[in-house]
């Protein structure tokens, strides 16, 4: 590959625009314009230099900002598309999702699914996008990182007057004698924190170069963020999963390896006091408004070397009040207050009671998570439960059946025997209906009352990966503030025969460089530059 | 020069690749991952049977493993207990154990459901689900295999349809 | 207190409502004397009224903080509300960078809109839900404010812009799309009219409906009902009828609130056009004489830059640190997180075309308003329209 030898002696890398040394355009056309395009400092950018292989040509797709902002601008049409209706994560669990979109959005609802977009945030094609733009800043930022410092670096002081001529700010000024001291000035840019070079009686002062490397700091931030996100499919990397435990419960915490139990102690649920002084009026509005929702817990650890089912030998860890925002943490694990349920079935109780006169003859409390098979009453009098249906229905052979293990509506075949009847009365009981399947019994099971329990839901939260991205989150924040809160300034004075050539170049706020330079050049006798884009705009 | 820069370019962009394709393929079997792994060593529990007796997986070391988990109301879970009872009486002698742990259901409905289908075979009730967490068990019915060293074989998630599909199983981890 | 609070914030309306015609004095005097750079004493009148405006409001936000005991951020009203205050003081701020009345007469309108935009909503004090109990509501919505403000600037700059470059002496398509920007501001200031008007006017009318899951429920309007409910029937007697009805899945209230807010928009955008006998943008254009575009350009690109940064840290950074300790994960695709993301992706691209493929001036401008509506379709759509765990206070 051809090496470019500028006039100055410098040799430049194949594709420069402007000498890296002398800054004298080293391509003919870009030698007819006014002002000279200082993007990446005229610099080789690799990806437009060779174009031969097919390594090549992805490279430099990929290279380019143009298809870079193609990505994002293809990334945010798709996230916006997914806004349209709910994700399928945010239905309600009533229905399959390929019915519910169609039944509560219509035929918009059924393309939207079938088009995929209710998933559309973890779809191949959305990954594929996401993932492009990470290829993209890597190579974006490798092609012209290297070539920018380059030039930077290798900048001369004294710089070729075409470079000059046409930075936008550029002027002459005629004076006696060209020896005059620049010690005015440099003093003046020393106080700006400039930081000054000299050769052969010109300057060149320059500050805030660290500026130029912010996009690649954030950038570098980026891919940091999005090694994360990759990493987060490893399994073991992130964990979600979910616990539900009653009041009073203990129960092992799933995906700790049987390591760590939780009892919960008290769920609360607390709603803002309607005469509240000062929302009374939102609270008369709204409604009820939950204030608090905590769950009270004991966190143990296991102390022996115990295998699943066997009861394990706990230590305590601490106690919690688990809150909404105030997880409870440890070993690199969460638990968090998502969810409850209130007034769950736990205990149901009945008297054993003659129908006719009423009497009683002892009350059963039936735990309705284990129930016993006999309760005995004394005196003769005793109640066996034959059968139990936690979450009773029947079922589509018309048998009575339950639906889960959750006392949700709980309902029993009670054997009741007494001394007058000592092979028993059968009885079906269920909430708010009883059967008696043979005969007219002479005694009932008569409701006496139930106790209930909330149950807590937790989410159980592992991420190893937060710390990767907390990183590039910060290196982001890092970079884009280096980029966008410093300005890289440069100011070239030079003699010239009778002449005082100064040029300055800025990479943003141009206000900002006119007013600093006409601060500088006060009671030097150098005129200010003139500003050649105005110029321009004023003709 | 050039040819170094070929293999640079080269160099990163396979590696870019495969973390892309890493990254999909990852996401695409995210679902399929199971806590207990074919060919790992099948986690240890230790529950009591309906009867009170004890069991504990270790202890069946040198046999074949059948290992379900179930519940009365999951009515394919229902539908298979036939096979397996009938796959139990003859593979039980021929040095295949069958375990069937309940998900901690009172003992009143699984007593009843065992005498309704008058089951030989020991059932054993997981009552604080803790061997159901240890296996990561969602949904049911599921069925491990695990061989005579203690290794997991296979995972059945679902139904198992027929009786010789049982047959086969049992077969499958026959000491 | 929350009296005085809401005093506070009414003086702050008004003493920024006085300071427009002397923004606008500002530089109807400069016409004679082009060399005078020092700003004139109707332009240090107009800043000092916005200063004291800005100081009122800050009173209202520090009174009603003390009020409720918690940071007023809470609610699309106190949210809004302090959106306008951060535009106030981006803009105070840019005003002593640059030296541009002219900048005041464009931010300090849009500010006033978005302020009495906010009071439409419910303005009472409200108690937050656990989720919101935590010190990040602070620290994530304050930023999120002053970000999006900044980047507000950088449309009232852009606006400058396109109304003194875009040739008015002929229709073209960048003078409908300016007539569509304008008349969008319209709009707003048709549903502030017509909101407040009927809320004047007590109007109240209930209707019962079916809604999508086929269950009865009752719908009160406060505007006559244009559009009325699926299957709705009017429970009083002696109010106006619906024109059409709707399906059950259309949100029939709010459609025909924008629906009025359109109809006013349009009847005042005629009036208007009817009086100035021309364009907006063209009635505007001489009030642009003195100002250089590279400076308004200038603004409205330094107020991306320093913006974009404030942005990204409340709206992606805190907001998702909060998310993480609220919600259990910092990210979850929640309509307002993946329009805060949109939001942030469009003015990367904005930052990648001005640096890299020398997107200046005029082109520049165009993507400003563009991102101004990115983000006021995230203030008001996702909060009204797409349902999701943002939407406290959509009522």
């Not at chain 1, 733009?133 to 004294?158: E, H, M, N």
């Not at chain 3, 930052?351 to 997107?359: I, M, Q, V």
């Amino acid at each position: 590959m051809k090496e470019v030898k500028c006039e100055c002696g410098h040799v430049n890398p194949h594709g420069t625009v402007l000498c890296e040394s002398c800054g004298i355009p080293l391509i003919e056309e870009k030698t007819r314009e006014k002002l000279l395009d200082m993007r990446y400092e005229g610099s080789a950018r690799r990806s437009q230099t060779y174009n031969k292989t097919i390594i090549d040509k992805i490279w430099n797709f990929f290279s380019s900002v143009k298809v870079g902002v193609w990505l994002i601008v293809i990334t945010l049409i798709a996230s916006a598309l997914g806004t349209i209706f709910p994700q399928e994560m945010y239905i309600p669990p009533v229905m399959p999702a390929v019915e519910y979109y169609e039944d509560q959005y219509g035929w918009l609802g059924k393309m939207y699914y079938e088009l995929g977009f209710h998933n559309l945030y973890s779809s191949w094609w959305y990954l594929v996008l996401i993932a492009s733009i990470g290829i993209s800043l890597v190579i974006c930022s490798l092609d012209r990182v290297v070539p920018l410092y380059r030039a930077l670096k290798k900048q001369r002081v004294t710089r070729h007057e075409s470079f000059l001529k046409r930075q936008r700010l550029f002027g002459i000024t005629q004076v006696e004698n060209k020896d005059i001291p620049f010690d005015g000035v440099i003093e003046n840019l020393k106080k700006k924190r400039y930081s000054i070079r000299e050769e052969n009686g010109n300057i060149l002062a320059e500050k805030g170069r660290f500026s130029r490397w912010g996009p690649y700091v954030n950038h570098v931030g980026l891919i940091i963020f999005l090694i994360g996100g990759m990493l987060r499919f490893v399994p073991g990397m992130y964990i979600d999963d979910v616990l539900w435990i009653r009041e009073g419960e203990t129960k092992v915490i799933p995906e700790t390896n049987g390591q760590y139990y939780l009892e919960n102690k008290e769920f609360t649920l607390e709603v803002y006091d309607k005469d509240h002084e000062v929302f009374d009026e939102a609270l008369s509005n709204s409604g009820m408004v939950a204030k608090n929702y905590q769950s009270d817990v004991v966190l143990y650890k296991r102390a022996d070397n115990s295998v699943a089912g066997e009861e394990a030998k706990l230590d305590q860890v601490k106690e919690f009040s688990i809150r909404v925002n105030e997880p409870l943490k440890f070993e690199g694990y969460a638990l968090y207050q998502v969810e409850y349920k209130l007034d769950e079935l736990s205990t149901m109780s009945f008297h054993l009671t003659n129908k006719e006169t009423n009497e009683q003859f002892g009350k059963i409390s039936v735990d309705l998570n284990e129930p016993e098979t006999k309760y005995d009453l004394g005196n003769g009098y005793s109640v066996e439960v034959m059968s139990y249906f936690p979450d009773f229905e029947f079922n589509s052979e018309g048998q009575p059946a339950t639906k889960s293990r959750i006392p949700n509506n709980p309902a029993f075949v009670f054997n009741m025997i007494t001394p007058d009847k000592p092979d028993g009365e059968i009885s079906f009981v269920a909430i708010q209906q009883t059967i008696e399947p043979f005969e007219d019994n002479e005694y009932k099971m008569a409701f006496a009352g139930i106790e209930t329990k909330d149950v807590s839901g937790l989410t159980v939260r592992k991420d190893l990966t937060l710390w990767i991205f907390a990183v590039g989150g910060f290196l982001f924040m890092v970079g884009v503030a280096q980029g966008a809160y410093w300005n890289h300034r440069r100011i070239w004075i030079q003699r010239r025969d009778q002449e005082i050539w100064i040029a300055g170049h800025t990479n943003k706020n141009w206000h900002g460089i006119k007013r600093e330079i006409k601060e500088i050049l006060e009671g030097s006798g150098i005129n200010e530059p003139d500003d050649l884009i105005k110029e321009t705009e004023d003709k | 020069m050039k040819k170094q820069r070929l293999i640079m370019r080269s160099i990163i962009l396979i590696l870019l690749g495969a973390a892309v394709v890493y990254t999909l393929y990852a996401n695409f079997t995210k679902d399929d991952i199971q806590k207990v792994e074919v060919g790992k060593k099948a986690p240890d529990f230790v529950l009591s049977d309906m009867n009170g007796e004890k069991h504990r997986l270790s202890d069946y070391e040198g046999k074949g493993v059948l290992l379900n988990f179930w519940a009365t109301w999951c009515k394919p879970c229902e539908r298979e207990m036939p096979y397996m009872d009938s796959g139990y009486k003859v593979y039980k002698d021929k040095g295949v154990q069958v375990l069937a742990v309940n998900i901690g259901e009172s003992d009143v409905v699984v007593n009843e459901f065992i005498n309704r289908y008058d089951l030989s075979f020991p059932v054993l009730n997981d009552k604080n689900q803790e061997v159901l967490t240890a296996y990561g068990v969602d949904p049911l019915p599921i069925t491990f295999l695990i061989n005579k060293d203690g290794i997991v074989e296979r995972v059945h998630t679902g139904e198992i349809i027929k009786e010789e599909v049982m047959m086969d199983m049992m077969e499958e981890i026959k000491p | 207190m929350a009296n005085l609070s809401s005093n506070l914030l009414f003086a702050a309306f008004i003493l920024y409502l006085v300071a427009i015609p002397f923004f606008g004095g500002a530089i109807k005097q400069k016409n004679g004397s082009k060399e005078q750079k020092s700003p004139n004493k109707w332009a240090n009148i107009a800043i000092f009224l916005t200063i004291i405006g800005f100081i009122a409001q800050l009173g209202y936000f520090i009174t009603r903080w003390m009020a409720a005991g918690h940071a007023p951020l809470s609610n699309l009203f106190e949210y809004t509300t302090f959106f306008g205050m951060c535009l106030v003081a981006a803009f105070i701020l840019i005003y002593f960078l640059y030296k541009t009345p002219i900048l005041g007469l464009f931010v300090l309108p849009v500010a006033l809109l978005i302020i009495a935009y906010a009071s439409m909503f419910p303005r009472e004090l409200s108690p937050l839900i656990p989720a919101l109990q935590s010190y990040w509501l602070q620290i994530h919505v304050s930023t999120v404010a002053l970000g999006e403000a900044i980047l507000a600037v950088s449309f009232g700059a852009a606006l400058i812009y396109l109304v003194k470059s875009v040739d008015q002496s002929k229709r073209s398509k960048k003078t409908v799309w300016l007539e569509v920007v304008m008349f969008s501001i319209v709009s707003v200031i048709g549903f502030i009219v017509v909101t407040t008007t009927f809320s004047l006017m007590d109007y109240k009318a209930t209707y019962n409906w079916i809604d999508k899951n086929q269950i009865e429920s009752t719908l009160e309007y406060n505007m006559p009902a244009l559009v009325g409910p699926h299957q709705g029937e009017l429970v009083e007697t002696g109010k106006f009828e619906p024109i059409i009805e709707v399906p059950a899945i259309v949100n029939a209230k709010k459609l025909n609130t924008v629906i009025w807010s359109l109809l006013a928009g349009v009847l005042l955008y005629l009036l208007i056009r009817l009086i100035l006998r021309k364009r907006i943008g063209a009635a505007l254009q001489p009030l642009t004489k003195n100002i250089k575009l590279d400076l308004v350009d200038e603004i409205s690109y330094r107020s991306v830059l320093i913006g974009f940064p404030v942005f990204t840290l409340g709206g992606l950074v805190f907001a998702m640190i909060w998310a993480q300790i609220a919600w259990t994960r910092f990210w979850g695709w929640d309509p307002k997180e993946v329009w805060a993301l949109i939001t942030w992706l469009f003015y990367a691209a904005f930052l990648h075309l001005r640096l890299s493929k020398g997107w200046h001036g005029e082109k520049s401008a165009w993507l400003a308003v563009i991102g101004f509506a990115i983000i006021m379709f995230n203030l008001i759509a996702v909060n009204l329209v797409i349902a999701g765990l943002h939407s406290y206070a959509g009522s």
